[in-house]
């Protein structure tokens, strides 16, 4: 148990659809992020919330929308996706950020396919 | 813009030998971090280092903060079956709050 929960686990989507992904944290961190794992490519940073509040975002595309009502809780939208964005979609909080309160703890991810 | 090279790529090894697997960038970092993700996981933090010089271990892995700031090594020794899985550096420049950057991973693989 990590202390991150993201559902749900796999998503099969097609292109029209929307759907959401979401993420829990137990940790009493402040900082939560979104990455994207695609096969053999390093994790690629998508957007960083810090106290509710968006402080990253690493030129995203708008098909994907976060949204972060609270610090225990990260959402990421999606809507008209591609099937190149079918990969790992990770969450990960941490303490603070900056420094050694930036140690990252990851959920176990939601593995979507878009079709 | 900043990379990270991690290698060596992937691994195949007999159960009991000792790995070691490096990180370099192309700037100067002030974290230096591993991680190792199991198959269907998230990646799990193994170690963290803060300082140049810096020598930790966890268990049967040691890791290092390079002298030049610029790399980390992870040594895994007397590997046993259950070390499979993909092991990843990240780092950060002091600059770059909230912009973790990650290696491209080295597969390991142990063979009993």
């Known amino acids: 148990e990590t202390g991150v929960t993201q559902t749900p686990r796999h998503l099969v989507m097609g292109m029209t659809n929307k759907k959401s992904l979401k993420c829990e944290q137990h940790?009493?961190?402040?900082?939560m992020y979104w990455y994207k794992q695609s096969a053999k490519k390093p994790l690629e940073l998508m957007f960083v919330y810090n106290f509710k509040e968006q402080t990253e975002n690493n030129s995203v595309p708008s098909r994907f929308s976060p949204e972060c009502p609270n610090s225990s809780h990260l959402f990421l939208h999606l809507h008209t996706l591609q099937p190149e964005d079918s990969a790992l979609y990770l969450c990960?909080?941490?303490?603070?950020?900056?420094?050694?309160?930036?140690?990252?703890?990851f959920g176990s991810g939601t593995q979507l396919s878009v079709l | 813009g900043q990379q990270l090279n991690q290698s060596p790529q992937s691994m195949f090894i007999q159960e009991g030998e000792d790995v070691s697997m490096n990180c370099t960038s192309s700037s100067i970092f002030n974290t230096w971090l591993w991680y190792k993700q199991d198959p269907g996981e998230g990646p799990v933090l193994l170690i963290a280092?803060?300082?140049?010089?810096e020598l930790t271990s966890n268990g049967r892995l040691t890791a290092q903060f390079g002298i030049t700031r610029k790399d980390s090594f992870l040594n895994i020794s007397a590997s046993i079956p259950s070390d499979v899985g993909i092991y990843f550096c990240?780092?950060?420049?002091?600059?770059?709050?909230?912009?973790?950057?990650f290696g491209q991973g080295t597969t390991l693989q142990v063979k009993p």
């Open positions: 990240a780092g950060q420049a002091i600059s770059n709050t909230g912009k973790l950057i």
């Open positions: 280092l803060y300082k140049a010089g």
């Open positions: 990960a909080s941490s303490q603070d950020l900056g420094g050694r309160s930036e140690k990252l703890f």
């Open positions: 940790l009493g961190h402040n900082a």
